[in-house]
Structure formats: structure tokens, C-alpha cells
């Protein structure tokens, strides 16, 4: 398999059993908009805001700690992406981007998380 068939959920996947083994208070988020209910009745609902990462939650010491999962090959982030992670680490949490599970193991150790 080459790097550019690799999609975002298999390293959403790996990035998740990561978490795990490491025994970090970091959930997943997902993000988008549905409705509910019908006629006058019907509803949008948000599930975050808009750069909200793939992973959210604090570490071992408790910063917060922020994960945006991309694929290895021509994943992007958005520009609320971009600003999101900035101002997370910014304000001293530790927020960054992962193309694979080993990638986001080798910066939890590198920002002392783990």
C-alpha cells in the first residue's frame, strides 16, 4: 500500500490505540451537522465548532492536548484547523498533527505528555 492510499480513518484508527495504550485522557471528537425532528419542528444540530481537532483531552499533567489526524499523502488542514492548533499551543496546551499513529506516539514523548 503506498502513502497516498492510506485514508484519514486508518490513522484516526492508529492514533486511537495509541491513546489507549498510553492511558491519556484524550477522546475522540467528531465533528459535523444533522438534523432532527420534522417540519416546523426540524432542527440542525452542531457537534463542534468549526478546526475542533480529531482528539481532544489533557495529559498526564494536565494539559490540554489536541490531535488532528491527516492522512500521510495530500491531507490538508482547513484554515480553522490551522488557527485552532496555534492558539492551543499558544495558550500553552500541546496540539499538532499526526500522519500515523507512530508519528503521533513520537510527539506525545517529544512535548512530555507521556
Known sequence: M???D???SEVIQQVKQVIKVTGLK???INTG?????EGANRRFIKTADAGTCDFEGYDNIGRFVAI???RPSGGRLSPAQKERIADINRKGGVA???HSGEEALAKLKEKHCI
Not at 33 to 37: A, D, R
Open 96 to 98: 499538532f498533527v499526526a
Open 68 to 70: 488532528e489526524c491527516k
Open 2 to 4: 503506498e502513502l497516498k
Open 33 to 37: 451537522c444533522f438534523t432532527i425532528g
Open 26 to 28: 484524550i477522546q475522540r
Open 6 to 8: 492510506i485514508p484519514e
